[in-house]
């Protein structure tokens, strides 16, 4: 199971093959063209976090949050949703758009987090595909790369 992050309005999330799982407090109130399968809140900044609005202030706290958690209790959280959608990866979603400058957002910290315990990298698919471009797989994205 490999991992990827993205916003919620990425339009290509549907043909990406890729299992879509909220990582947010809430629930979009926009329609999406694509469902999402399960939310996992633990990976959500708790409610009194989004008050810091700077990374380097924010990044400790989230990873002392996820420290918490552990990387075993969420792998198996993430294995069990991809082994109940026929093993496919998926990409881990909430609503910034981090393709803009100087943007960045909880799941980039937790893509952070994971690489550094796990080895793992996770990447996010506005900046491996924009969102504006033409629906691609996962795997015509990696190829279409090189």
């Not at 002392?64 to 069990?80: P, S």
């Not at 799941?107 to 796990?118: H, P």
Request: net charge positive.
């Amino acid at each position: 199971m490999k991992l990827y992050t993205g916003r919620y309005k990425h339009k290509q999330i549907a043909d990406s093959g890729l299992v879509p799982v909220g990582i947010t407090l809430g629930v979009p109130k926009f329609p999406l063209p694509y469902q999402v399968v399960e939310y996992v809140r633990e990976l959500a900044p708790d409610g009194w976090m989004f008050q810091i609005n700077d990374r380097a202030a924010f990044t400790p706290k989230f990873y002392a949050k996820l420290d918490r958690i552990g990387v075993e209790k969420i792998r198996r959280q993430l294995e069990r949703i991809s082994r109940e959608h026929g093993g496919r990866d998926l990409v881990l979603l909430c609503y910034e758009d981090v393709s803009k400058p100087r943007e960045w957002c909880h799941r980039l910290v937790f893509a952070e987090w994971w690489g550094s315990k796990t080895g793992e990298k996770v990447e996010e698919l506005d900046l491996l595909y924009p969102p504006d471009k033409g629906s691609k797989t996962v795997t015509q994205l990696t190829f279409s790369l090189f």
